[in-house]
Structures are given as structure tokens and as C-alpha cells.
């Protein structure tokens, strides 16, 4: 069976910095506890208007394509990781097709929030590795800033995420050893309310929320999006963070022992471990459980928040371009978040 591996990569953010101070403009925040809890110090937002989920990745995708030597037109297949897709349907898979102009072949959009890259990966591996395609192109990307609550209310969650876009193109290999050695994936629904953005959706009060919600008593329509879920604001994303976070120091280092494990490699073994950028305290967490030395793991939520699908492309396309990640080194990629999802990769680069 051939190998596939990551022929190409790039990234994008907004120019706009967003930083701890200027949140404090409009929540009841400061940049101590932002800093103190998550090791955020700035995001960037897109330019409202004229940046979108898919111009972002579009963005980083041409960037990717041109590192992989290849044209848009050679892309046979497309993976979209988002959960703030430019529409509610179509996905931004299509979106990102259109502004790249190469009509016809398959988009693919699929929902693993922050697990959403790795499990991308997954899926252009299994593609590559069977001779379906030669060069999949697999985009992640956020545009939280448009959907987030800006008030105090929603300062948990609002504080930690941030935008931006990272691509790969997937090619076969016939270097022996080398590419994506394994990929594993994980999730567990039971938790699926703990982090979450639940409205608009067809759940209408199948969880005794019917009042909560205010679902009208009519025999069609009006249940997707009521009128009190509008006046309360019942329409942002909400988390139980510490909750999340129990969650995510536990299945982090049991996904990357699962990796390494498959291979028959140890922690010490990993070149570079490219962490979900959830959350520092997460990160540093797990490198201190995996002892991990600080060269091994590659962080920059300090700059760029908590981007979701995008934060391990963006990161692993920053640690590359810096010459983090060379030739011949065992690269890590691990991921956790809502759903529960969670998922690792291990890459012979
Ligand atoms: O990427 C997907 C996966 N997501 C994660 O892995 C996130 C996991 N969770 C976390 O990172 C952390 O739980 C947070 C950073 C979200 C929150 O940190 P925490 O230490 O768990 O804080 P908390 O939610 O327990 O809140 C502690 C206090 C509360 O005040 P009281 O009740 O003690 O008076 C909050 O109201 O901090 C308050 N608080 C804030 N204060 C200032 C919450 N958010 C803020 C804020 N600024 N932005």
C-alpha cells in the first residue's frame, strides 16, 4: 500500500491584532487573567466584510499548493474543517472550490472542531493511501470573531478564541517510512453539551428545554430559530471549561502514547509535538506528563488564541517555516475539543 505525506503547507491570519487590553474595552476582563488561565496575549480578527471562513483558507491553501509544486488544477479532492463555516449550508469546502476555480472534483466539509485538522488528515491519508487521489487538498478554518459573545457573559469563551486558516496538500510517497506512519481517532457524545453552540438546531426541546427556548406551539415550522432565543441571546457558543479542561489533560497524552505505541516509539523519540493550541496550562500539562523537554512542543496561542481546526495547521506551517521541523524527524500531532473529539497523528516528516 503507498504512503501519503504532507507535500505542502501554509497559513494564514488576519492582519488585525486583537489584544488582551482591547478586550477589556467591552467584558469585564483583564489581560492578568488571560494571560494567567490560558497563556493568551493576542488574536487576530478578520476584516468584517471582506474576510470569511473560506477567503481565509483559500488564502493559506494557494500558499500550500505552491509549496506542494503543483497548480489549484492538480488538486483532485478537498477536506474543509470548520465550525464557523461562512454559511449554515453550503459547506465552505464549495466556497473555497469556487475562489480557487477548479470546478468538479469532490469538497468535503466535516465537523470535528478542534479535532477537525486530524481527523482531515485521516481521511486524505486513507484517500492517498488506496490510489483514489493524488492531491488532496485539506483546509482548517475559523472565523470566531463574528460569532462569539462580546459581553461579560461570554467572557470564558470569548476571550480564548481567535481566527485563521491552515492548508495542506496530501500526496502519495514512495519513500519508505516516511509520511503519515498513523493516524488515530476518537470521540465520545456523552459530553456533546459541555462545549458547544447548540442554537439554531432541530433539537427543539427534545431535552426539556422546550420553555427555555420558548418552541412554539404550531404544528409546522418556527423551531430552528425562535424569537426567544433571539431576546435572551440564547444564539453563542457556551463552555464548561473546567469540565473541558479535566477532559483534555486526560485524552491528550493517552491519544500521543497511542500514536507512539503503534510505531514503537517513546516520548523521547518525538522531534516536535504540534498540540491543539487550546489552552498553555493544556500544553504545558501534557509535556510535563509526557516529560517532555520544551524543544519538543511547539506553541503560539500566546499570539494567535485558540483557532480550532486551524490551530494545528497554523502551527505546524509557523514551527516548519522557522526550521522546527526537518527532514527525517517524528512529528506529533494531537488534538481535543467539542464533541468530545480527540485524535492524534504521527508524521515521519
Ligand atoms: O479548544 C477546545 C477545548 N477547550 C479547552 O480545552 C478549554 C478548556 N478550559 C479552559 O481552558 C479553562 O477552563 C478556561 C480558560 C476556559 C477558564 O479558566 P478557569 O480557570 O477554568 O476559569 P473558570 O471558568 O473556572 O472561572 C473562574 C472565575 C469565575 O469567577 P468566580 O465565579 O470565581 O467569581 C469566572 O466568572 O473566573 C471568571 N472568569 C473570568 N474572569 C475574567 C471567566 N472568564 C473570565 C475572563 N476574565 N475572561
Sequence with gaps: MLQSKIAGIGYYVPEKIVTNNDLTRVM???NEWIIERTGIEERRYIER???TTSTMGTEAAKIAIERAGITPQDIDFIIFATLSPDYYFPGSGVLLQ???GIPGIGALDIRNQCSGF??????????VKTGMYKNVLLVGSEAHSMGLDFTTRGRNVSVIFGDGAGAVVIQPTEEKGKGILSTHLHADGEHAEQLAYINPGSHCGIHGDREKFGYPDQEFGGMFLTQKMWDDEDLY????GQFVFKFAVKKFPEVIMEALQTNGYTPADINLLVPHQANLRIAQFVQKVLKLKDDQVYNNIQKYGNTTAASIP???????EKGLVKDGDLVCLAAFGSG???ASALIKW
Design 28 to 30: 469585564d476582563t483583564s
Design 49 to 51: 466584510h471582506k474576510e
Design 98 to 100: 469556487r475562489q480557487l
Design 118 to 127: 486530524v481527523y482531515g488528515l485521516s481521511i486524505a491519508d486513507q484517500f
Design 237 to 240: 457558543p457556551n463552555m464548561n
Design 314 to 320: 497554523i502551527a505546524l506551517c509557523e514551527a516548519w
Design 340 to 342: 468530545f473529539t480527540w
